[in-house]
């Protein structure tokens, strides 16, 4: 069975960074677009950043210059770096898995997804 785990949420302070990771089960990521989304309270769910099997990588605009998404090949997992956190980047945190390119910030095109991570930015 395909599956997805995310790790790194936790407690952060405004300004402060976390690193997420994701992992997969039955299938290399290397060969899938991975993307990145979150899910705040009352808020629609939202694509972060996303990264192709290539080098093509896209953020949303809320997240650029602070976020970076990327690959380790040697585990077959891909991280996303969180820099200089605010409490509008608090959210449960899902990675997702795409056999599609194309606009990669689109959650309807992945059919694989992880259980989520929560990130809570406060003093």
């Known amino acids: 069975q395909l599956q997805l785990v995310e790790s790194g949420g936790g407690l952060v302070q405004p300004g402060g960074s976390l690193r997420l990771s994701c992992e997969a089960s039955?299938?290399?990521?290397?060969?899938?677009?991975i993307g990145w989304f979150r899910q705040a309270p009352g808020k629609e769910r939202e694509g972060v950043s996303c990264i192709w099997p290539g080098t093509y990588v896209k953020y949303t605009d809320s997240v650029k210059g602070r976020f970076a998404i990327s690959r380790d090949p040697a585990k077959d997992t891909v991280t996303l770096q969180m820099n200089s956190l605010t409490p509008e980047d608090t959210a449960v945190y899902y990675c997702?898995?795409?056999?599609?390119?194309?606009?990669?910030?689109?959650?309807?095109?992945?059919?694989?997804w992880g259980q989520g991570t929560q990130v809570t930015v406060s003093s």
């Open positions: 039955g299938f290399t990521l290397a060969s899938r677009t």
């Open positions: 997702a898995a795409s056999p599609f390119l194309g606009d990669c910030l689109l959650s309807a095109r992945y059919n694989t």
